[in-house]
């Protein structure tokens, strides 16, 4: 069974940076796409962007760009997210997603289990 | 990217039906065939109900489908039950990225 296992909460500073990483488990890693969604306190779900760890080839969403940066690391089936110059609107539950295959169309069908980061002065 | 368009709200009583939508543009929504649903219940993880339109995972319940008709797509609740309660999101690829809807909260009254 898939398992993405994700680093806990974390609390941070305006102006500060958070890594939050994303460990899989029972199952093929690389060949798939890990996507990244977040979701402020009571709101929508918000897509952040991806990575192919086989290829390195990440994907951004175009209001993070330049904030955000994903890595993944095959030797420990992990897939790291990191995003700098935090502000109180970054505060949310950040989730990894795999995708059902290695193109970015796929639908999710394993989450983790989300990791909080709070901004706060 | 604007997000897609979902109403707020949604009810029915059991064993109704209840259909939620979600309209996007001809770059997303009417582009592609690639939406998916998922259901979020408080506190929880989403979970995937419906994948390129009207695709069903195993496991999600024959009472769950989708349609799309141009920019619109369409999640549709037969004989609606107390566990379906949650916010429901809609997602569809762009060509490039992805784009969700703003979701929509159903209650089974």
């Known amino acids: 069974q898939v398992q993405l296992v994700q680093s806990g909460a974390e609390v941070k500073k305006p102006g500060s940076s958070v890594k939050v990483s994303c460990k899989a488990s029972g199952g093929a890693f690389s060949r798939y796409t890990i996507s990244w969604v977040r979701q402020a306190p009571g709101q929508g779900l918000e897509w952040m962007g991806g990575i192919i760890p086989t290829f390195g080839t990440a994907n951004y969403a175009q209001r993070l760009q330049g904030r955000v940066t994903f890595t993944a690391d095959e030797s420990t089936n992990t897939v790291n997210m990191e995003l700098s110059s935090l502000r109180s609107a970054d505060t949310a539950v950040y989730y990894c997603a795999r995708l059902s295959g290695s193109s970015w169309y796929r639908e999710v069908d394993y989450w983790g289990q989300g990791t909080l980061v709070t901004v706060s002065s | 990217q604007s997000a897609l368009t979902q109403p707020p709200s949604a009810s029915g009583s059991p064993g109704q039906s209840v259909t939620i939508s979600c309209t996007g543009t001809?770059?997303?929504?009417?582009?592609?065939?690639?939406v998916s649903w998922y259901q979020q219940h408080p506190g929880k993880v989403p979970k995937l109900m419906i994948f390129d339109v009207t695709e069903r995972p195993s496991g999600v319940p024959d009472r769950f489908s989708g349609s799309k008709s141009g920019s619109t797509a369409s999640l549709t609740v037969s004989g609606l039950q107390a566990e379906d309660e949650a916010d429901y999101y809609c997602v569809s690829y762009t060509g490039s990225s992805w784009v969700f809807g703003g979701g929509t909260k159903l209650t089974v009254l």
């Open positions: 001809s770059s997303d929504v009417g582009g592609y065939n690639y």
